[in-house]
């Protein structure tokens, strides 16, 4: 590098000797070459001292590390433990409800749904919802005006008939007179019976044909079948409805009824009282019943039977025509369980890790299990475990068959 330095002196020097010599262009154009030479060669310099010292950086740094890996790998090696802590717990045998949960459909043995038994348009409205009636009382108001048009028409009719029975009563007492005399005949006699039996029957005829139009004007007036409280009225004053119409419903706090529909697998299991547990959806029982009632058919489209449990006393946080979770109960046995957090799924097979005894050592091991229904934070195990075994509850995701592990717990 010196000596470059010292060439590049002299042939800047030596160019300016040549600058001084030639005219003024040529000098001025040698300095220029001479001083763009001395900063090309600083920068050569400088790109030097700046790789070595990168060099020998990447060299430090190796040396430490490997310094670093190989101390850490035997300090590693020293303090390795001898198995995976992991906590196992003892699998215990318990009494478990063997039980089945199905959505069922909860209904009022008390509620009516009041539909108008004439076709009409309402124009009053008595009750609004959520109010409390009486049987009885006056819901709504059909136009009745064409049904009273009716009504007095018949009782025209029956009075005008009326008459004509009295006049047929008064003929035949006369006749009868007559014939008694001699002066009419039989046959006079039994045609003036006949008029006055046939006008009883007309009269009887309008009097019944006039009181079944007076009842189907009352019906004009919708009162409430049952004591409870008025439901949702969807409809309006002007409204026309017909005897398919709902008006509203009238809801009484009796008893409820859960509408349960079982699969007919279970058919031959379904018996009377069977207990029926309702529970909310964490799983906590809300009520419970029992079966009262099991239909002899099944249901052609879902192949179901329906099962009825009576609510005697339902809670308040029942509703008509809510769904629930019935559990039904179809017995009770002692059977293993284990957390829930110690079941892994694979390729929907169920395994767990338990403790077991190998050369002296405790190893985990991975076992197929045959699991039923979970019981609060446990499944119940139906094949795959026995009371006494140790399974793992925790470290599962570390641990492979057959690896050493130290229990705790």
Request: aromatic share 6%; proline share 5%.
């Amino acid at each position: 590098m010196a000596f470059g330095n010292q060439a590049g002196r002299r042939s800047l020097f030596g160019g300016t000797k040549l600058k001084k010599r030639a005219g003024s262009g040529s000098r001025s154009f040698k300095a220029r070459a001479g001083r763009d030479s001395l900063l090309k060669m600083k920068k050569i310099r400088v790109h030097s001292q700046q790789h070595l010292t990168k060099s020998l950086l990447f060299v430090v740094l190796g040396a430490e590390l490997f310094a670093l890996a190989c101390g850490g790998s035997s300090q590693t090696h020293a303090a390795a433990p001898q198995g995976v802590p992991v906590k196992v717990e003892t699998v215990q045998a318990v009494p478990v409800l063997n039980s089945t949960e199905y959505v069922a459909t909860l209904k009022s043995r008390d509620a009516a749904i009041v539909m108008p038994e004439v076709e009409g348009k309402i124009t009053q409205i008595y009750v609004h919802s959520g109010e409390r009636v009486t049987p009885g009382t006056p819901l709504m108001q059909i136009d009745p005006l064409k049904q009273e048009a009716t009504v007095t028409s018949q009782e025209s009719s029956s009075a005008a008939q009326q008459a004509n029975l009295e006049y047929a009563k008064e003929q035949y007492k006369r006749t009868s007179g007559l014939y008694a005399a001699g002066v009419v005949s039989k046959q006079d006699l039994d045609q003036a019976k006949s008029a006055l039996d046939m006008a009883q029957a007309q009269l009887n005829s309008l009097q019944a044909q006039l009181r079944e139009q007076q009842v189907q004007l009352h019906y004009y007036k919708v009162v409430a079948p049952t004591a409870g409280v008025v439901g949702d009225i969807p409809v309006r004053v002007g409204d026309r409805v017909t005897t398919s119409t709902q008006l509203t419903t009238v809801d009484h706090s009796g008893g409820l009824e859960a509408y349960i529909y079982v699969p007919v697998e279970r058919a031959p299991e379904l018996k009377m009282g069977l207990p029926v547990r309702i529970v909310d959806a964490a799983g906590n029982q809300i009520d419970q019943s029992k079966i009262t009632f099991i239909s002899p058919q099944v249901d052609n489209t879902t192949q179901t039977l329906l099962v009825k449990a009576q609510i005697d006393h339902p809670k308040t946080a029942l509703r008509n025509a809510q769904f629930i979770r019935a559990q039904i109960i179809w017995g009770s046995q002692t059977a293993p369980v284990v957390p829930v957090l110690a079941v892994s799924r694979v390729g929907g097979q169920y395994f767990a890790f338990f403790a077991e005894q190998q050369d002296g050592k405790t190893v985990a091991r991975q076992r197929p299990l045959r699991v039923g229904d979970i019981v609060g934070n446990n499944y119940v195990v139906l094949g795959g475990v026995k009371t006494g075994d140790k399974v793992v509850v925790s470290g599962t995701q570390f641990l492979v068959d057959g690896v050493p592990i130290l229990p705790q717990g």
